[in-house]
């Protein structure tokens, strides 16, 4: 029997290219029959190409299960000669080679005696994205909601949403009264170095509107009246076709408060790509015919450069070039992805919708292109999800464990090897209170409980157990997870902060010296030239009192007595702050300090300048100064007694200051890495310069290089 419709084929036909379904009627695996919304699905041009051809034609030769399709189609055709009709799940295949996921409808259809098989095809590919988008909306959603920062929308006119971390972080108690704010309300008057929240805050605002980000460290107030000293990054985006601005914010007043201590701030740098409009693209076989503000914003390039041009070999990658050249050829009308690239090099996806029409006797294309490259990204988050952690975690700095509701290990990341000394491996299966000093446990298992009652864990500090016995100090957040499995499991972050801690006691340590050293020199020095005055007065008012005379010398003693307490006073106070710096400049600071080391040590101490008398601020002077006078130190106590020359050129664009330290036979060896070497490093970084110690047969040098941004 040959494989051809049965009489009144034209009408059969007609009543079947009329149903929207894509369908196809096979006779004994062999198609007899199918409608255009087939062709159009699978990317075939004519029927020819489909009739005739078996069902393993339009599917994935493996299907999803792992069973090969062909040995699947016959199992399915008994089942519908049984049943009547069959729906299943179906990796289909277009013309193209794409594999696809479907929903498949197999019908029996009686017909003269025999039965023939209907097949409608329903693509999932949507479906299929939709899932996978709001699978990736509820991860958006938990890092949102989870989040150590406070995350802000606005929308030009008032705030759209924040997170829970916002509300803490500026002691409202609810979502509605945070929203019913303005930014003016959670800022300070003034900022730090004076100028109006308020005409700062727009000029920021309309930075980002021009960038499309703007960082920078802003003074916000919380309801209580306390000021925060905070990180924010503006970026923005566009939702629904309108602008939002997200405002991700990190509390830095913890730090600021240690960076008082030594009077520094330093600066701190989470990336948002601009999103753009849709271009249109007109052109003839590639030529380009005109182009909108968009396209040339999109690809960056003016619209001169365009006119004219193969947009395809100028704007398509090498490897997808073929693609467009094919689509245009066969004036392909469905959407198709492809790898371009900017003017600048950058690469970028794009989604292409084409439609031809006739122009001047002439058959030219119009071009819709939208940047996707956002969307390639969450399909390749979804694909690489596992990997990406995997990656992640091992490659951070911080470090992951991941308990069940027993606060057993499950997992920890390869970094708390680095902290630890332990190996994942070594840990997965123990309880977490093993990774506890004694000291520590009571209160770390309390902030678990609540993590397990789905309390807000409030980030904290304590500290665990290294292989070699001693401990390592953290900071660590927890976050409860409810497992696709209906498991609870405990995120817990932690960082490192055993450093920190260490320069805090230093600093504490570094005080307590400081106050001692000032309350030795009072009594020793001041206080002894007092009590000398008051007893040389006391024997000038007992003579007054007898009426005996006092002669011109004792009178003259007890002046150069008070004049030598001024002077003590006056080192004293000179020790404690550098006023010449704010009178005089960075270079007048220097040279009288030089002066009081030649005076004080009788150690030749000399300073050359070069260009300006000061830093363009006061706090970078200050810095510089600081560096300077705790290398002088340094070389004081270390250097044997050698000269100390001190070069300093200050222009408008760049500061570079060395002090160089001669060696001699009693030269002692200076530690390269002790606390005061930390010290002037940490300075120079918060001023944004950079820092170095060279060591030479003949001498020590240390240097720091300002370099100002333009």
Known sequence: MKNELPDRKDLYEILLDSIPEPKALYRNDAAIACNKALLDMLGYRDKSEILGKSKTLLAAEMQADGVPAASQIAHHDAIVFEQGKLEIEWLSKKKSGEIFPSTLLIEAIPYNGEKLI?????????????KELTASEYKFETIFNNSNDAII?????????????????????????????????ISAPFQPDGSISIAKGLAYFNEVFEKGRSRFDWLHRRTDGKLLHTDVLLT????????????TIRDMTDRKLVEKELQKSEERYRLLADLTFEGILIHEKGVVLDVNLSFCNMFGYEHDELMGKNAIDMIIHDDHRYICYANSERQYTQPYEVLSRKKNGDLMWVEIIGKP???????????????????????????????K???????????????????VIRYASPSITRYTGFRPADLVGKEFKELLPDEMAASTFDHLALALHGKKVKRFETAILKKNHTHAYIEASIVRVITEAGRTELEIYMRDITEQKKLEQEIIKLSERERRHIGQNIHDGLGQTLTG?????????KKVKLNKPVNYDEMIKIAEKVEGAIETTWHTV??????????GGLVSGLREMAMMVEHDYNIKCTVASDGLETARDLHTSTQLYYIAREAVNNAIKHGGGGAIEIIISLTEKKINLSITNEKNAVTKKAKRNGMGLKIMRYR??????????KSKKDAYKVEAELQYQS
């Open 357 to 387: 029409y006739r122009y001047n006797d002439k058959t030219i294309r119009a071009l819709s292109t939208r940047d996707i490259s956002d969307r390639k990204m969450m399909e390749h988050i979804v694909r690489r999800n596992e990997e």
């Open 236 to 247: 923005v985006f566009e939702l629904y076709e309108k602008k939002y601005l997200m405002a």
């Open 574 to 583: 000179r020790g404690l702050y550098p006023v010449a710096i704010e009178k």
């Open 118 to 130: 209907l097949a409608t095809l329903c693509d999932n590919t949507k479906k299929q994205m939709q």
């Open 533 to 541: 005055i008051s007893i040389m007065i006391g024997a000038v008012a």
């Open 153 to 185: 929308l606005y929308d030009g006119k008032k705030y759209a949403d924040c997170n829970p971390q916002a509300l803490e972080m500026f002691g409202y108690p609810d979502k509605k009264s945070f929203l019913n704010t303005s930014p003016a309300d």
């Open 684 to 693: 120079a970084g918060i001023i944004g310069a950079t820092f170095r110690v």
């Open 389 to 407: 952690f995997r990656r992640i975690t091992e490659s951070s700095l911080n470090v992951l464990i991941i308990t069940d509701d027993q606060k």
